[in-house]
């Protein structure tokens, strides 16, 4: 099943190039805030799939391309990230990168971005008004866990999956020998974290190290990847976040970035492809206002 967020906080199944409204299903969807109706679903996905199903039943098609795409999870509990996690991308961040001398996610863990961040292709990615920065796209699979996990070993933490989504982790670069300010701020402005189009469950995926990874800039292929050379699988992950803290259903694991990453501008249309789970694609623009606090290239 393939669950979407829309227009105003409404819930849909999508089919082909049709939405059904289900927002029946789901009671405190629609203007309620904050939008937790989703993480409240999913943590009793065993009741609330019946009467999804049940409403789907009854329910008009809606033409998809009819419709504003919010994230499939508007406010989850906990939105965690993995470093660079494929080998290829380790190597072309070189000195750019604060990954330490090339480890990965098993040597040097997780780190979290703000829930806040998340946004979908109905408002697209807003880059501060005025900043002379690069900002950067990353194209991952993002899991989304189903049940309270802790303490899971890698052979059950499947079981812990609801779906997956496509994410954009949107990132400011930090300046070499200039700026390294804390990477959950460079990640964690407005709307940098685009996810999507929806969430599709597990059980249509299967095992998630086996699907093409793809992300295009203005049509341009600039990340061409498959989540088989991530470093540290889905699985593993899970067992190493749950063996810190608890994930909640809802969360949403951002899972790494593959090579290809790069700059991003206001006026490109970045899209981003996942093998058997999707393909979303965002604006990028600029904020309305300049921010008081402006990010420059070069500091005196
Ligand atoms: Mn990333």
Redesign the pocket.
Known sequence: MKIAVFDDYRVGVVEGDQIYDVSAAFPNASGAWPPIFMTQAIADWANVRAQVEQVRSQAKPIALSSVKLLPPNPCPVQLI???ANYRKHIAEMGAMSVTKKGRSAREQGFFMKATSSLTGPARGIELPRGSTRRFDH?S?LAAIIGKTARNVRREDALDYVFGYSCLI?A?MRIVKDVAEEERVMR?SFDTFTPLGPWIVTADEVGDPQGLSNQLFVNGECRQDANTRDMIVGVAELIELISSVMTLYPGDVI?T??PEGIGPIKPGDKVTIRIERVGEMTVDVRETDTVPPFLFEAAQA
């Open positions: 990230a993995a470093p990353e991952e982790d990132t990640k951002a790494g970035t």
